[in-house]
């Protein structure tokens, strides 16, 4: 018997503002994306569908990050400052 449910939240969202300010594109995309809009030092980790790590960097800016050497499908990319999280998706084609 189920007496009780808890929501949560999955993550998949900005805390702080942080992924208002965030834009990934082109997105779909071919292989390189660009990040824009970051104004600290984040930590950029891409997640493919399984939820294995497929990358992680660090990044001070803007800056691009190439992703042809994978295989086509979604992609998640969380980015993590001091101001928050957020995740963002990425579809390659």
């Known amino acids: 018997m189920v007496s009780g449910i808890k929501s949560t939240s ?23 994306i660009t990040i824009d809009g970051l104004s600290e030092d984040a ?18 800016n803007s800056g691009e990050i190439d992703l042809s050497s994978q295989p086509k499908g979604v992609y998640f990319i969380r980015i993590e400052s001091e101001k928050g999280k957020c995740f963002k998706k990425v579809i390659l084609n």
């Open 10 to 32: 999955t993550g998949f969202g900005n805390l702080s503002g942080l992924g208002t300010k965030i834009n990934i594109y082109p997105n779909p995309t071919h292989g390189v």
């Open 43 to 60: 930590t950029i980790s891409i997640f493919d569908t399984f939820g294995n790590e497929i990358r992680q960097l660090e990044m001070l």
